[in-house]
Each structure stands twice: as C-alpha cells, then as structure tokens.
C-alpha cells in the first residue's frame, strides 16, 4: 500500500513539472479561442503589462505589432512567434505569467523593464526571423544588450540591472545562456549605448502639443477622409516622432477595441524642430467592423484617439494626443 502511494505521489510530482514547463502555443491557442468565442475586447493582457511592454518597446524604438497576453502556462515572460500554428492567428506574441508581472511590478521595476526589454530584443534583433540561424546563446547575449538599452532610456540605474543579471546568469553560462560575465558585458555596452551613463535633466523636456484638423469628418463604411495632425513645440527642443497608439471610442467615451500600441506612422517617423511646427497628413479609414459595433450600440458617431510616442534631444520620452470624431456615413 505505501509502495502504490509513493509511486502515485511520483507520477503527481511529475505530471505537476510538465504542467510547470512553459507551453507558449498553448498559451496562444487559448488567446485565440477567447478571441473568438468573447470578441476583440479580450485576449489582451490587462492595461498594466500591456502599457509596461509599450512603455519598454518605445523606449528601443521598436515599432513592431506584438499581441501581449496573460497566461500561466509560461513562467516569467517570452517571446513566440505563430507562424501557420493550427488554430492560431499568424503573428508576434509576448506572453506573460500574471503572478510573476505583478510581483515583479510590485517589487522592482527596473527588472521588469529588463526581462521585457530582453523579450523584445528577440523581435528587434529578427531572431525569428533572418537570423533565426545564429547560436541560441548569441540571440540571448545580443537580448541581455537590448535589456541594457531599455533600461537606460527609462532612466533606470545599472546597480540594479547588474544585481539582476548576476542571479539569473551563471558563472559558466549552460542551458543556451551566455556566462555571466558575456551577460553583464553585452547589456552594459548597450546601457551605455542608449545613455545611461549620461544625465537627464528633467527641465530639459520638450513641451510639444497636437490637434486634429478638422477635429470632426463623416466618412463612409469602408472609406478614408484626409485629417491634418499639426504639432507645435514652444520650449526650443527637437522632438521626434516616433510611433503612434490608437483606439475607437462611442461618443460617450466607451472603448469600441484595445488600444493598437506602436504602429508605425505613416510615411516613417519624422522630426518636429524646437520652436517650430510640423504637420503630419494622414488619411483615416473607417473599418467595417469599427461602424457595426458602434450600429449594434444605436451609434452613428464614434471617436479615434490617436496619441503620438515621441522622444526629444535629451532622450525624454513623452506622449501627446489628439481625438477625433467620426460620423458614419
């Protein structure tokens, strides 16, 4: 009897270490399931590690479309590309343990920049993709780098990173890990790269604001109308911009989607000189599916937020939005 218990006890113990190990086409399986069954509301990740990653992918100028999704099959985060999985929508995934953000969130936030910047520099250094053939432990070393980077452009402190990495990496490396000394070395060079070594002084910030022009179209099922975005920066400070996040509102403020995080503008990035202005010329399309949602609400108008990531000369990050209101034709 006690010989039947242990070898129970054993196969528990080990079917609980299979259920531990990281299933990120699990994970993204289950996203397309709520995606289909619950709408494009869900299957997101809840705002805070979804504006953690976006914080973290501007501050690397990464302008790649990544879907970031809770799920506890995964035990820290990691990146995952679907590519013709069954069952799951083509695209670029950051997935994320809940319990594991939150207690990183609450306790350090400069790791969590860290471990996400290193996740994107899987996407930013193609590791999927045209150079998906270079050594496993030089697709980390070169991720430890964009860490670094990430880091830095938040102003975070290289004591901390430095802590960070020598507990996750050993001394001899293994495990398709770099040692922790190639570790410490490659995200150094890229704290310093992005400025981390350099002072910021806060009243150096660029003060830039933005409108929308006319600020209300009527547009058609399926059609575009021409809007102007003219910014204007009053304090003497280059800015660039760098991407866009956008979002459909009701009228009444409600979200139709998700936020659309780090879209690339179109026609690429562009500078606005200090003490100067600069118009960015768009053309605004009106999806099908943005008016049946609005329609299914009793709407004939909704909104479109767009708010511009930028980034001035002294290397601040910075935000500016503007809204605009559409009439269904």
């Not at 009793?298 to 500016?320: A, E, I, M, P, Y």
Request: net charge negative; glycine share 8%.
């Amino acid at each position: 009897m006690k010989l039947t218990s242990l070898v129970l006890l054993l196969a528990l113990m080990c079917l609980s270490s299979i259920a531990r190990a990281d299933s990120p086409k699990r994970c993204a399986r289950m996203y397309a399931e709520n995606l289909k069954n619950e709408g494009s509301s869900l299957g997101f990740a809840p705002s805070d590690a979804e504006a953690m990653v976006a914080e973290v992918a501007r501050s690397i100028a990464f302008q790649q479309s990544i879907k970031v999704i809770y799920c506890d099959y995964v035990t820290k985060a990691l990146a995952w590309p679907a590519k013709g999985e069954d069952g799951i929508p083509d695209g670029d995934f950051i997935e994320v343990n809940p319990i594991w953000f939150q207690e990183v969130i609450g306790n350090d936030r400069v790791q969590a920049i860290a471990l996400l910047g290193h996740e994107l520099g899987h996407y930013l250094g193609r590791h999927f993709e045209s150079r998906s053939g270079i050594p496993g432990i030089q697709k980390e070393t070169e991720a430890d780098g964009f860490a670094g980077c990430a880091v830095a452009r938040l102003s975070g402190d290289w004591t901390t990173l430095e802590n960070l990495l020598s507990r996750i990496r050993s001394v001899d490396g293994g495990n398709g890990y770099p040692t922790r000394t190639q570790s410490l070395d490659a995200a150094r060079h890229g704290f310093d790269d992005c400025g981390g070594s350099k002072p910021r002084p806060l009243s150096s910030r660029a003060a830039l604001r933005v409108a929308a022009v006319p600020d209300t179209v009527s547009i058609p099922i399926n059609g575009f109308s021409a809007v102007d975005y003219p910014f204007k920066e009053t304090k003497g400070i280059d800015v660039q911009i760098d991407s866009e996040d956008t979002q459909w509102f009701l009228i009444n403020g409600e979200p139709l989607t998700p936020i659309s995080r780090n879209q690339r503008i179109l026609g690429g990035s562009f500078p606005v000189s200090g003490s100067s202005s600069e118009t960015y010329h768009n053309n605004i399309y009106l999806p099908p599916n943005i008016a049946a949602l609005a329609k299914a609400k009793g709407q004939n108008v909704v909104q479109l937020k767009h708010t511009f990531n930028c980034r001035d000369q002294n290397d601040n990050l910075s935000q500016v939005s503007a809204i605009l209101k559409i009439y269904i034709q």
